[in-house]
Structures are given as structure tokens and as C-alpha cells.
């Protein structure tokens, strides 16, 4: 469980809360109400819950709430934010591409790349990203409705040439970006490696469909701007409604 992506996430749980893309939490709780839709009493499963943005502000709409994260950081701030607003939430540690839950959820969601995606430098996306969706098909009811948000490969590839794919920082072949998360965020270790994967409509289409997901809906997704729109080449995520067959 000692990803690099875990360790990125536990230095980074005090401060996550206060990145950009976590600003508009309300907005995006009533879309999903609306979108997928919840009702109260429905037990829903957050994959990749950080520090438990949206499982919070759906447990206090009466939705039964379930969150798993890798980090250990982001569950021990989910817990204490949990507690402030006096709202119930389990909070389970786990990798999303190896849990078990002996349950069966009525719906699922895993956003802004909520375990989606993120590799550590020896994993196989293929094999990463098929056993996440594998996981969410046993835990879900038949006909349960599963929302994503994943990166855009249209916006991501546009920001490599050849001299970064000759440098081993973009795998065209799987969409694939190396990133030391250093460069990025003061006082995390610029030496520690780890992979971001972005995604097509078709591929993410073909992932979910042999997985045992039926597509609903394909569209532009950005964190915070959730209204359904049609996926441009710039949305810098692509959100996918789907459910379990």
C-alpha cells in the first residue's frame, strides 16, 4: 500500500482542502444529488475520497456513506472534518485496484482522479485501471449508476513533444505522464517519481464496457464546472455517468 502516490497524499492531506479544484464542493454535491441521482438512505461508495469533500456533504443530505482512500493523511483529516460537522461517514484505507467489501452499494462515485489514473512508476495502466473498475462491478447493484471524472488525454497531450517522450516523460503508447511532484509542491521529495494517466472517450468507453458498465453519458467534467457540457479540447477532465449491468 506504500505507493508513491500514498506518500504524496499524506504530505499532502493538511493542505489538499485548499487547492483550487476543491472550491465549489456544494455545486458539485448537487449535481451528483440530481445527476445520478441519490436519494436519501442510499448507500454510496466513494472511491479515492481524500479528505472527504463530497462524502461529507452527501452524508449530510441522508446518503449513507462509504469512503476508501490509500492515504492515511487524507482519512485522518476526513475523520476530524467528519467529527466538527457531526456527520457519520466510514472511512476504510485501502487501494482501490486491491479491496474486498462483503456489501453491495447502490451507487458509486470516484472523482477528480479519485485512485483513476494514478500510478506509481511500476504499474501497468492496463492492469491498474481494469482491476479498479473490476472492483467497483462486485461491489455495485445491478443497475447501480457509477460517476467519474478522469483526465482529458486531448488536454494533457498537447503539452508534450517528442523530446519529452525521448526523456521517458510521456508514453504515448498507454497516455501516460512521469511527474515529480516536487517540482510541483515545496518540500516533497523532487526525487519521487509517479505516473498520471489521461484518457480518451473511446478508451475509457471500452474500459467501463468490459468491465460490465453500460454507458450513459461521456462529457466534459472539470472539477467545479459540472453541467453536463459537451468534452472540448481543453476540459482538463472528462466525466463519464455509467452503470453496473
Not at 166 to 180: C, E, I, K, Q, S
Request: hydrophobic fraction near 40%; charged fraction near 25%; include cysteine.
Amino acid at each position: 500500500m506504500n505507493n508513491t502516490w500514498k506518500q504524496f497524499y499524506d504530505f499532502n492531506a493538511p493542505h489538499y482542502d485548499n487547492e483550487i479544484f476543491t472550491s465549489n464542493t456544494a455545486f458539485e454535491t448537487e449535481f451528483l444529488l440530481r445527476e445520478m441521482p441519490l436519494q436519501p438512505g442510499m448507500k454510496v461508495l466513494d472511491i479515492g475520497c481524500g479528505t472527504g469533500r463530497h462524502a461529507l456533504a452527501l452524508a449530510a443530505k441522508g446518503i449513507v456513506m462509504t469512503g476508501l482512500d490509500i492515504s492515511s493523511g487524507q482519512l485522518s483529516e476526513a475523520r476530524k472534518k467528519a467529527e466538527l460537522a457531526g456527520v457519520t461517514v466510514r472511512f476504510i484505507q485501502a487501494d482501490a485496484a486491491n479491496f474486498t467489501l462483503a456489501e453491495q452499494f447502490d451507487a458509486a462515485i470516484c472523482l477528480c482522479e479519485g485512485a483513476f489514473g494514478l500510478l506509481s512508476v511500476d504499474d501497468d495502466p492496463l492492469t491498474h485501471e481494469r482491476a479498479i473498475l473490476q472492483n467497483l462491478a462486485t461491489v455495485l447493484k445491478p443497475g447501480a449508476p457509477l460517476l467519474m471524472t478522469v483526465r482529458n488525454a486531448f488536454e494533457i497531450v498537447r503539452h508534450y513533444s517528442d523530446k519529452d517522450v525521448a526523456a521517458g516523460n510521456f508514453d504515448p503508447y498507454t497516455l501516460t505522464r512521469v511527474v515529480r511532484l516536487g517540482e510541483w509542491y515545496p518540500g516533497f521529495d523532487p526525487e519521487i517519481k509517479v505516473k498520471e494517466k489521461c484518457f480518451t472517450p473511446m478508451e475509457l468507453r471500452l474500459l467501463l464496457e468490459n468491465a460490465g458498465f453500460t454507458i450513459d453519458q461521456l462529457c466534459g467534467g472539470t472539477a467545479g464546472n459540472w453541467n453536463r457540457q459537451t468534452l472540448s479540447l481543453d476540459e482538463i477532465e472528462l466525466m463519464v455517468k455509467c452503470h453496473r449491468r
